[in-house]
Structure formats: structure tokens, C-alpha cells
């Protein structure tokens, strides 16, 4: 079965690829029945950021400044990724689909904060191994800081956030 979708997707893909012309397209092998189909979503809005470069070393510095283990951005509205930038691989990185099971979580939590006529702006997770923290960033993200040393205070990073704000929001609005 995994040979004849794969023989499937390069069929499409051919015949896509021959009826765009000039037009350069990329193409996902995606399925509703795995998570390939957030995998490719999420390739797609990061590509369509025109400051990526921008984007993604001011993530690597507000993380280096914060003493973070992992900053990482999502879309606002569909908490697909963003950008990620980790300084520290302690986590549970091999997990390719942690991203998706966090945006599954949230996505759920603000659900339920909808149905109790509550909202969700922001929320804290503290375990004894590390802090996670997760705010509204922009106009068109949420953040989600990770930080293992408990030395970094979270009013600090809380304060770091909000200052780092109009930036990010600069850099994402650029060129629109």
C-alpha cells in the first residue's frame, strides 16, 4: 500500500508539475489520516513568511537573551508552526510529532475556555524538569517558551516577551 501512494503522489506531481509551465510549484505527499498533512501545512505558512532569515535569528536571540532551552512561534488562529528555534536538544525532539500534539492540546484547551465563556491569552506549565510558557505574541502568533534553568525568572521572560512584541510584529509585517 505505502509503494502505490507514493507511486500516486509522483503520478500528481508530474502532471502537476507539466501543466504549470514556468511556474514553480512544491508539492506535499499528504494524507487527512496522518499527521503529514500538518507537517505540509506548516512547511507552507513558514515559506510564506518573507522575513524567515529575520524572523528566525531574532527567535535565536530573544532565546540566547532568555537563557531558553526552545522558543517556538504559532499561527494565531490555526496554531500551525511558525518558526523554532532550540538552543538546548534535551527535549523530546525525536517526537516529529510534538508540534502537532501541542497544537492539538491548545487548540482543545482554548475550545473549552470558548465553551465556559472564558478566553485564553496565556497559560504556565511548570514541572520540576522545566517551565513552559505560552502567550499571545502578535497581532498573528502565540509563543511558547520552554526553559529548563530554573534560575531565569518567568516574571523576567514574561517581561522580555511583552518588550519583544513590537519587534516580531515589525518583522512579520514587513513587506506585506
Known sequence: MEEKREEIFEKRKKQLEEKSGNFQIKCYP?????????????????????????I??????????CE???VVLFEK???????????KKENDSNDEQRFEKISH????????????????????????????????????????????NKKVSLELLKLNTALCRQSFEDKLNENE
Open 77 to 87: 488562529n490555526t496554531f500551525l508552526l511558525c518558526f523554532s528555534y532550540c538552543i
Open 30 to 54: 499528504t494524507s487527512i489520516w496522518e499527521a503529514s498533512l500538518y507537517k505540509a501545512w506548516t512547511q507552507i505558512v513558514s515559506e510564506l513568511s518573507p522575513n524567515k532569515e529575520k
Open 68 to 70: 531558553a532551552d526552545e
Open 105 to 148: 492540546i491548545i487548540k482543545k484547551f482554548k475550545l473549552s475556555c470558548m465553551s465556559s465563556n472564558s478566553s485564553f491569552k496565556s497559560m504556565v506549565i511548570e514541572t520540576k524538569n522545566y517551565s513552559a510558557y505560552m502567550d499571545e505574541f502578535t497581532s498573528a502568533t502565540y509563543i511558547l517558551v520552554i526553559l529548563s
Open 56 to 65: 528566525e535569528k531574532s527567535l535565536k536571540n530573544f532565546a540566547e537573551a
